[in-house]
């Protein structure tokens, strides 16, 4: 219920005043509603059906009033008066409704754009423990569901102001009765809590399948060539059939419980209400009048009292998303890279280079084994340097470290010898580009992927920067040039268009520091050498650090640094470490040769 809570405060953070506005509304029409019900009994009486004399009830002596009047006369304005209030309730009850899916929408909003600032806040370390799929579900789903169970929590409450209302006018009309019937509801109600409890169990399941939905899928849509190449398509289909049955299970099984819990409720309900009139004329020597108009008052209150235990089950359903969106939120909280708004600090300018004092580093303090040990290094900036090693030698975990997603376990990382902390970190990042081994590149045309690192470049700066990658040639021959729609993920380009249209984005951003993380490895020979002349012209200019796994691509660095085991085991130019024998470069080197000839 703390997380349930947690909400309401949030809503009642955003919306403010206007919430309370619209509580005070909704117990105004409850107001009204009993007013309507009140105005039943001199029409009752004109009608003839009941003689409702006044005088058997106290509360309503004022309506001797309407008594004294022409039955006509009196008939019409209590006609008219019912109908205004009746108008005046169902006004002020479409406004509010209106009200309330503003307040709804906006809480949604609000919450989407909190839980997103927060993700997109947190620390790189956040990332690699997340499945990406869990933060997509989060911010599709159970934001959107937390929402909408905190804005049923605030009808829940509405409706129970309403109900108290109604309640209060039975007790002024007759007390003992409206006691006994009290009674009776609250019975009712704590014999049905385990609809909650199951209504609970059902939502942390729905919880649990919804995750794996998406899951399943994500990773589907993202593994469909392998997929449709290694024909799963049989494979896949089965785990979608299984996994959709137990949600339509789940849906189904939810559904089975509100009705379940109605079918109690309204067969409980009419046992109760039949005691209750036999017990007030028998017992309480109710007289008719009396009788009449608190089943008129009852009638309407049971009907609220059963919308109050139905919100309370789609509530509990509700529940997990309000501890996953939660759950999320502190944790994003507690990795917080930097504050909200400092992406508005200017690029920093490298003069003298980067160093690596004393590093170490792993991923899981819990574990011995260090990614990267004792790492002492210096790239001089508008130089060109380069990382090789095997597979798993750290250069990855090393260059994450050297833009600052990573922060060391031990030692420093200095910027023109200052240390690398969370007040420099901004103004490095946004003196970086990054060009990753898997490009990414979005659904849109080749002019908007360009201009997502710089928004206002012209178009005369995106054709010098694709022809600085050796990309111009093939975007003049796509049918409409830079207005080409390229595909998810760029997947009407080959790789090594792909590749040169990624690297033309980071020189577009003119950056001070170029990183390259195998850009080459996929490439062929062709792509490979417009890679390495976009590079050659960017020596000197900027400070380039290349992850090498083609040894070819780095034959003009300016320095090679060698590791191995998470440690530095060699470093030089290359033709210095080519000649040193038995050593790691030079394995790598003659492996290369050996497959090439």
Not at 253 to 260: G, N, S, V
Request: proline letters at 3%.
């Amino acid at each position: 219920m703390k997380d349930l809570l947690y909400f309401v405060k949030q809503i009642n953070r955003y919306a403010g005043k206007i919430l309370y506005i619209n509580l005070f509304a909704m117990i105004g029409i409850g107001l009204l509603e009993g007013i309507g019900v009140l105005l039943l009994v001199p029409m009752i009486s004109i009608s003839g059906i009941v003689d409702l004399e006044s005088s058997e009830i106290a509360a309503l002596s004022f309506l001797d009033f309407f008594q004294q009047m022409p039955s006509l006369v009196s008939l019409s304005i209590i006609l008219i008066i019912y109908v205004l209030i009746v108008a005046g309730q169902s006004i002020l009850n479409r406004n509010i409704t209106v009200k309330n899916a503003v307040i709804q929408q906006g809480f949604l909003r609000h919450i989407q754009l909190e839980t997103y600032r927060l993700i997109t806040h947190s620390n790189w370390s956040f990332f690699i423990k997340k499945r990406k799929s869990d933060l997509i579900n989060l911010l599709t789903t159970e934001v959107a569901r937390a929402s909408m169970g905190a804005h049923s929590f605030l009808q829940f409450a509405a409706s129970l102001v309403s109900t108290v209302i109604q309640i209060g006018l039975a007790f002024y009309l007759s007390p003992n009765i409206t006691t006994f019937v009290l009674l009776s509801g609250l019975i009712l109600l704590f014999f049905n809590r385990k609809f909650l409890t199951k209504s609970m169990k059902l939502g942390n399941k729905n919880f649990e399948l919804r995750k794996t939905y998406m899951a399943g899928i994500t990773d589907q849509m993202n593994g469909i060539k392998d997929i449709k190449s290694n024909t799963l398509e049989a494979s896949r289909m089965n785990w979608y059939r299984s996994l959709t049955k137990q949600m339509l299970d789940e849906q189904v099984a939810y559904t089975k419980l509100k009705a379940t819990s109605q079918l109690y409720y309204k067969v409980a309900s009419s046992v109760l209400i039949a005691a209750f009139i036999f017990i007030a004329i028998q017992l309480f020597s109710s007289q008719a009048a009396q009788l009449m108009l608190v089943i008129v008052i009852f009638s309407r209150l049971w009907p609220r009292v059963a919308g109050i235990q139905a919100s309370l089950e789609q509530i509990a359903t509700t529940i997990p998303s309000f501890k996953s969106v939660k759950a999320i939120q502190e944790e994003c909280k507690n990795a917080c890279e930097f504050e909200f708004g400092a992406e508005k600090v200017k690029p920093l300018h490298i003069n003298e280079g980067i160093r690596c004092k004393g590093v170490f580093f792993r991923y899981n303090h819990a574990e011995p084994m260090y990614a990267l040990k004792n790492v002492n290094i210096a790239i001089p900036a508008n130089q060109m340097t380069a990382f090789v090693g095997k597979s798993g030698a750290g250069k990855s975990t090393l260059i994450d470290l050297l833009m600052g997603l990573n922060q060391p376990e031990q030692g420093q990382v200095l910027i023109d010898d200052q240390p690398l902390t969370s007040d420099n970190l901004i103004a490095l990042r946004r003196s970086i580009s990054y060009v990753p081994q898997d490009p990414f590149l979005f659904n849109a045309t080749i002019r908007e992927n360009l201009a997502l690192v710089v928004p206002d470049t012209s178009e005369e700066q995106m054709w010098e920067a694709l022809r600085f990658s050796s990309a111009a040639d093939f975007v003049y021959k796509l049918p409409n040039g830079l207005d080409t729609v390229i595909g998810d993920r760029g997947i009407k380009l080959s790789g090594g268009e792909r590749q040169r249209l990624v690297l033309a984005r980071a020189i577009l951003r003119n950056p001070s520091i170029l990183v390259l993380d195998e850009a080459t490895s996929a490439l062929d020979t062709e792509n490979e050498a417009h890679i390495q002349a976009a590079l050659e012209r960017l020596k000197g200019k900027m400070t380039i650090i290349v992850i090498a796994h083609r040894l070819s691509t780095i034959r003009d660095a300016d320095q090679v640094i060698v590791l191995d085991q998470g440690e530095i085991v060699q470093q030089g130019e290359f033709n210095q470490l080519s000649e040193q024998k038995r050593s790691v470069f030079s394995n790598l080197l003659a492996k290369q040769i050996e497959v090439l000839s």
